[in-house]
Every structure is written in structure tokens, then in C-alpha cells.
């Protein structure tokens, strides 16, 4: 079989419920995504690796846990090293040795080593460490040695960074200048999470997508006039829908949700210019098409838009990003590939985005090494309509938050080893007083809950089924010790 096409699309701050196929109480328009789950596999059980960007980001292009690696937050500015290993199997890697031409354009955040003047890495985070950036200087751990042939983008959170600038290859051809003038920039309920940073010239924070959405359809039409018999792989990570909330010309006003609806807006957008770009190209059979989101949506964005528009982004989940809750981590996953994955299907298997990479190592016939997609899972049958529904594809699955803190599902079965949310604190932000629920069991140091029975995780079942929590607590501490979840 020839090798086909494959393009992830990687939202970020995406919620379940921000949606329309996912949430039917949605108020934003998602058409596009509507229209791929028409024509694809929605999966209602699909989970981000962790509750923040940048450990999931390292989990899709490794397939495996980023608290393996003990480095716990996200990248800021000049920060890193880079979390992927040198000589760590990527993703790009893995499909670049089976003959694919691989590409990333838009947001990296999983580190890079900025050089000094002297050639040091700077390797911390900040608005004083881009100062000391050496812009005429290589980036030794870019994307473009990480498995990527191409690489055009930011290095950490595109439109919030102290780092306002883009990388070609692995260069920032155009330096920053000065520091960012908030002035011009929009005043709203999402606008205010711009750090104080450096800027280069023609950096304009509000067209992001639309440079980065230019970049990945002049690939693909590039790819396909001159390499029309080589497969490729474009990895597509937006700056939507992270704060802020900045929807281009192309997309602004074009909701009745406000800013950040039109942020959600113009994912969508992006979404349906590249599912144009690959049925104009006529190259949609032999595509596999892939949209999620690294994390559940954000704080400000959920508290706004519930309050504001009756829009909820975490809907209807409890929970919310830098949670262990399943809004923290509880994703949207379609997936197209006209002739191969059944068109307006769905399943309720559970699977992560971890999986990504045995999932593409199976589809081109990659043996992966023992060292390798460590906590990845094959979900091809899955995809491809072969896998019943009552067979799970994944015994146990992980999660992670920012602080590395660690929970484990199995069945309807999860157990957070750890008290409260694993991530934000509900008692210390006034915004989110709202939403504290009682503890049911106050005394407990984790948390279980059934799922299927309680699905917004109200009623902490530790003291009622010690069994399940030692069975659980004992199985994620033997898969942290091991190194490895994948068999």
C-alpha cells in the first residue's frame, strides 16, 4: 500500500466543548471541524498526555510521558534546553527514515538553546535572558535536528511570549528590535496575557495563524508538484486558542461570541483551508487528516465566556487547563482518511495523543525500538473501524500535570495520586470560587472516581474501594519506575 499523506493539526487550549460536534450547546460555529467529523472518526474518550502545552507537545512528537524526563512547568522566552533528547526517535524522525519529507510550521515549545554572545546555550526563561540572545548564531537543538526537514514558527506560545520573533530553520532571520508596545493591541477580557518581551519587525501578533496557515499550504502545494510520489508529514501546532485572544482580519467579528469565539473562529478556519488545500490537490485518499488540542481550555477563556456568551469551552467536564480533571485533559481527536476510516463514525475507546507515533509507526511499517514511543500505543484498528468497541485498545492510560503530578485510568476506573486539582487553586483565585465542589472525602491523599457512574467527578471514592485505589496506585508507580507504559 502506497504510504499515505499525514497532517496533524494541534490546537492550543482547545476545549471538548468549544466544539460544536462535541458540545451541542456550543455557541461558537466550528464548521469545518464539524464537517471533518462528518467525514471522519470522532473520538469521545481522547486525552492530551498532560494538562499544559508543553509536555504534550514532547509526548506527540515522542510518544512518550514528559514527567519521564523530571522536568516539570513550560518553556518561556530563551528557555530549554530542548526536552527531546539528542538522538531521542521523533515522530518526524521516525516517518523521515521510512521517506517522508516532514515539516512543522507554527508554535515549537518543548525548548531550544538560545546562544550568547560567547556561543553558551542561555537555556532560561524570562524576558532578561532573550536580551543576551546572539541572533547571528544556530539554535543546535531546532526543530530541523529534532527530525523536522522544515521548520517556520515561534519557539514558545506564539502571541505571548517574551520572545516575539520567528524562527527559519534554525535562525531568527529577523531579529527583535525593541520591546512590545501593548498600545495598538486590543483591550479585552482575553487580551491580557501578552508578557513583556522583545519584538522583532513585522511580527504582528494578530496574523499569526494566517502566517503560519500561508506556510503549511505552500508545502503542500510545493510537495505535491515537485515530490508528487514522496509521502510527507506536516505538523500544523496554531497559536489558537491561547491567550490571547487575537482572531485575524480574515476571522475578526465574525462570530456573535466575542473575541475569543472568533479566536476559536479562525481554528476552524485554519482546519477547513487545509482540508481545501488537500481536496483541491486531490490528494484527500491518500491523506490522513488528524485535529486535537494539548490541553483543556484556559481559565480566563472558560470563566469569561460561561459568564458572557452561556459558552462553555470544558463542557461537561469538571475541570479546566492545569487540571487532572478530565476538562484539564479530555480532548476533541477527529481523524479522516476518505476510503480507509468510516465517514460520521464514532468510539468511545479511550486513547491518548501519545499514541500518535506507534499509531504512524504501524501505518508505514516501523518497527519501533525498546528506547523509543516508550508510553505509545497502536490505535490503527482503532481508526480503521477494526478494533470492537467492547476490546479496550489501551489497558491504563497516563496523565500529568504541570507539577508532574500523576493520575491513572483504567475502564471507568480513574485515580488521581494526589489531592485537589493537580493544577490550579480553587480556593486561592477568586474567579474560580464558582466552581469548588464539596469534598466527599476530605481525609483522602488521592482521589478515584467511576467514570461511567460519576463523570463530572464529584464523589472521591478512595475509602469505598481501597482495592481499586491499591490496584491503580501500585500499576502507575510500577509504570513510572519501568520507564514505560507501551508493552
Known sequence: MQKPNIIFIFADDLGYG???????????????????????????????????????????????????????????GAGGPCMIEDGRLTLPGMLRDKGYTTACFGKWHVGLSFPDKNGNPINKNGFEPVKRIDYSRAIPDAPIHRGFDHFFGTACCSGT?????????????????????????????????????????????????????GKSITFIEEHVRNSPDKPFFLYHPT???????????????KTDVGPHGDFIFEFDHVVGELLNTVDRLGIADNTLVMVSSDNGPEVTSVVHMRKDYQHDGARPWRGLKRDQWEGGHRIPFIARWPGHILPDTQTDQTVCLCDIMATCAALVGSDLPHVAAEDSYNILPVLLGEQPEEQP???????????????????????????????????????????????????????LYNLDEDPGETTNLYFDHPEIVEELRTQLHAYGDSGRSRP
Open 18 to 76: 468549544d466544539v460544536a460536534r462535541y458540545n451541542p450547546e456550543s455557541k461558537v460555529p466550528t464548521p469545518n471541524l464539524d464537517r471533518l467529523s462528518r467525514e471522519g472518526l470522532t473520538f469521545t474518550d481522547a486525552h492530551a498526555p498532560a494538562t499544559v502545552c508543553t509536555p504534550s507537545r514532547y509526548s506527540v512528537l515522542t510518544g512518550r510521558m514528559a514527567f519521564r524526563t523530571g522536568i516539570s512547568g513550560v518553556f518561556s
Open 161 to 213: 511570549d517574551f520572545l516575539y520573533a520567528f524562527i527559519d530553520g534554525d535562525r531568527i532571520p529577523v531579529p527583535p528590535t525593541g520591546e512590545l508596545d501593548k498600545a495598538p493591541l486590543p483591550k479585552h477580557p482575553y487580551a491580557n496575557d501578552n508578557r513583556h518581551g522583545m519584538i522583532a519587525p513585522g511580527f504582528n501578533i494578530q496574523e499569526l495563524d494566517q502566517v503560519f496557515l
Open 239 to 253: 497559536n489558537a486558542v491561547h491567550l490571547p485572544s487575537f482572531a485575524s482580519g480574515t476571522c475578526r467579528g
Open 393 to 447: 485498545i489501551r489497558e491504563h492510560t497516563l496523565h500529568q500535570t504541570i507539577s508532574l503530578a500523576l493520575s491513572i485510568r483504567k475502564g471507568p476506573w480513574k485515580y488521581l495520586d494526589h489531592r485537589g486539582s493537580g493544577g490550579n487553586n480553587y480556593e486561592k483565585d477568586e474567579a474560580l470560587h464558582p466552581y469548588v465542589l464539596p469534598e466527599k472525602a476530605p481525609d483522602a491523599p488521592g482521589q
